[in-house]
Each structure stands twice: as C-alpha cells, then as structure tokens.
C-alpha cells in the first residue's frame, strides 16, 4: 500500500553535508509518522530520527544538533539533512513510514535503503 524510495546516499568526507529523500506513495502520507533508521557495518539497526504526522521530532543522542528530518507533504516527501558528518554516520540508511495506527493499514514500511559512506 505505501512504497518508500530513499535517495541521497554517497560518499563525503568527515564534516561534509548530504541530504537524504525519502519518497512515499499513497495519498494520505499526512497521516503516517516517518523515521529515517541506520545499520552500519556490524550494528543493529537503530532509529536516528522521526517526526510525526503533526510535526514534532526526535532524534538519536548520537546526531542531535547535527541531523535535521523535515517533510513536506505536498510532495509526500521526507529528508534527512545530515551535517558535521562523522565516520562513524557509516551505514544504510532506511526510510520508514509508520502506519500502525493509520485506519485501514496497521502496517510498518521499508525503503530498501540508500549507503553513506563518511571517509576520508
């Protein structure tokens, strides 16, 4: 029902920029709260930033003041503006759309992921 396709991944150097996409389908993108997650090489999969459909955010520790998620739903988008990269950012990030309390869905979504690689 709700397809997920993240953009933006590469290759930067440590304290460079790059700014993830995350496109949804579906009309009612509105009503899902989104999550950008990571898994680097050798970790478990965590959360480092979501907003809600109402807007409000939370971040990991780990990129607070760093990492900034938005979304525009005109366009049924989400980002994720990464600054002040560290190597240790190294990892798939995941794009999640959260429709477990959505009407009709009840479902959690997944992008396949796109890589960022922070090395000098």
């Known amino acids: 029902q709700v397809q997920l396709v993240e953009s933006g991944g590469g290759l930067v150097q440590p304290g460079g920029s790059l700014r993830l996409s995350c496109a949804a389908s579906?009309?009612?993108?509105?009503?899902?709260?989104m999550g950008w997650y990571r898994q680097g090489p050798g970790n478990q999969r965590e959360l480092v930033a979501r907003i809600t459909s109402g807007g409000s955010t939370n971040y990991a520790d780990s990129v607070k003041g760093r990492f900034t998620i938005s979304r525009d739903n005109a366009k049924n988008t989400v980002y994720l503006q990464m600054n002040s990269l560290k190597p240790e950012d190294t990892a798939v990030y995941y794009c999640n759309a959260d429709g477990r309390y959505v009407m009709g869905d009840g479902m959690m979504y997944w992008g396949k992921g796109t890589l960022v690689t922070v090395s000098s």
């Open positions: 579906g009309s009612i993108f509105r009503s899902y709260a």
